[in-house]
């Protein structure tokens, strides 16, 4: 059994109080992927935040994993400030680059307007904002916009569907002398956008670094499908929202969350976390749902959408609350500010 304790949760400011968009609505913060490169927090908001000097790519340095607000960094390079809903971030394998992925569900077949969706990033985790430090992976240009939209065209078809969405990254070491491989997490698959099934399915592809290039060198294939829907205790359907390796104990994190309603039409949001080593990974056995100290299953109350394993034990999970101001009990505060981003820190018991 995997148990955890909340240490606990806080908020965190990601751009100046009272920012506003082309609109003069208020600008706020949806933070949707997280990694932690061993020295701070890289983080991206779904939602872009304006100005020059700003970025939906942000970084907090980390004390007891707790965030430090006064080492706010945001990275500026054009390829990281401007693809459009950042999904998750993770580390190649040895920890020298961070990977992050869009959603890669919409595209526009007749023209480019929609490729920025489709953008899949690598850049060294010591220098982010080097003009030429982003690169893209299975880089495309059209029409001016550089993309990785061509992966779509290895990713459908190991789907076996049009419409998908990825929200979840993670890389793992090559066995047997293999290639390391990077893992999608899909959360969602269908026909199109308005008709799809929540799953929780992980895709992956081998892959090594050239220089600072990330290179895929193999087929996109199917590689876990963990239906939840038979497990005890998980209360609604629920999607993949983000991986993360554990490289200690050489298992996974996958972190899976609901958005329904119940029966009576009030909405409902949370996520489960479930655990497993690599032996159960590679068997497509089911992981373990993370519990509380009591053995319940722990169930958060948010939409949670990323975690980071810390190299203590802990671990620190992110929300997008979307506009929703109002936090749960367990906050110090009734409510959160547009600029505030909320976060869990757990411990591993």
Known sequence: MIAVRILEKGLFECFDAGLTGSSDAPVNVEVSAVVWDGHRLAMASDKNVPGEHRSPV??????????????????????????????????????????ATTGFDRVDGASSELHHYNRLLVWPVD???????????????????????????DLAPALGAPYYKVEGLATVPGRHGGNDRLLFGIREVGDDHENFDYVCRVVAVPYRMEGED??????????????PSGVEDVRFAVGLSSLEHDPVHDGLYLLTRFEVEDEAGAEQVGAYLGGCRWTTFSARRDPALVRNESGGVFEFVNKAEGVALL?????FVVYDPDRALELESEHPRDTREPHEAPYTLLTLV
């Open 58 to 99: 942000f970084a907090l340095d980390c004390v007891d994993g707790r965030p430090q607000q006064q080492t706010l960094r945001y990275y500026t390079a054009d390829l990281i400030r401007n693809p459009e809903k950042y999904e998750d971030f993770a580390l190649t394998v040895g920890g020298t680059h961070i990977i």
């Open 311 to 315: 190299g203590d034990g802990r671990l």
């Open 214 to 227: 990330l290179v895929l060198t193999g087929e996109f294939e199917v590689v876990y499908d963990f239906d």
């Open 127 to 153: 220098a982010p904002d080097a003009p030429d430090a982003p690169r893209l992976v299975a880089e495309s240009e059209e029409s001016g916009v550089r993309s990785s939209v061509d992966l779509r065209a």
